[in-house]
Structure formats: C-alpha cells, structure tokens
C-alpha cells in the first residue's frame, strides 16, 4: 500500500493550493478518504472526508466554505482544493483510507501517506 501525498508549499494568507494523493497497492474505491493536518505543538486532526463513492463529504468547521474535497476513483486519486488560505492553516497535510467516511480520529484510518507541509504566511 502505498499513498503519495503532494502540491504542498508556501504561500500568502488569502492564497490557494491544491493537494493531490495518489493511491496504490489496495482497492481505493472500497475505502473513504480522508485529509488530516498536524500543527505544530498540536494533534492530528480531520480537515475533511469523502465517503468511497463520493457522495458523502464531511469538513472540520473551520475550513468549511474555504476547502473542497474530491475523489478520482478511475485514477485512484483524491485531491484538497484550499482556498482563501490563513497562517492557522499551517500543518503538515496527511491523506489516509478509511473504512467510513464517518469515521473522525486518526487511529480509525488503515493506510497513511507521507505528508506534505502546507505554510501560509500572514
């Protein structure tokens, strides 16, 4: 298994980018995936979920309206457009499979990338 997180970097407070985890080595459309971030100092938690089929989509609070999650079953990607970027948003972005997209702390999720560094200046 293996999950290849990528398109972090640095950029301005009010800036966008796009993450991008490619998939392999399981079956990706039986499995939710997810996008977790860990702060410095701070725990891992879920910026946003979409369920296997992509129907279903969950987002913590604080980046609703701002990032959208999706899904490429066909090429077994998922990706997270962040827009409208702040410096709280500064972490370490993670993907990860799960077996449900309801699924909230990071000890449920099976498979886990790398993890590419997200840096918003102010």
């Known amino acids: 298994v293996q999950l290849q997180a990528s398109g972090g970097g640095l950029v301005q407070a009010g800036g966008s980018l796009r993450l991008s985890c490619a998939a392999s080595g399981y079956t990706f459309s039986n499995y939710a995936m997810g996008w977790f971030r860990q702060g410095p100092g701070k725990e891992r938690e879920l910026v946003a979920v979409i369920s296997d089929n992509a129907l279903r989509t969950y987002y913590l609070d604080s980046v609703k309206g701002r990032f959208t999650i999706s899904r490429d079953n066909a090429e077994n990607t998922v990706s997270l457009q962040m827009n409208s970027l702040k410096p709280e948003d500064t972490a370490v972005y993670y993907c990860?499979?799960?077996?449900?997209?309801?699924?909230?702390?990071?000890?449920?999720?099976?498979?886990w990338g790398q993890g590419t560094q997200v840096t918003v200046s102010s």
């Open positions: 990860a499979a799960g077996s449900s997209w309801y699924r909230r702390t990071a000890g449920e999720y099976a498979y």
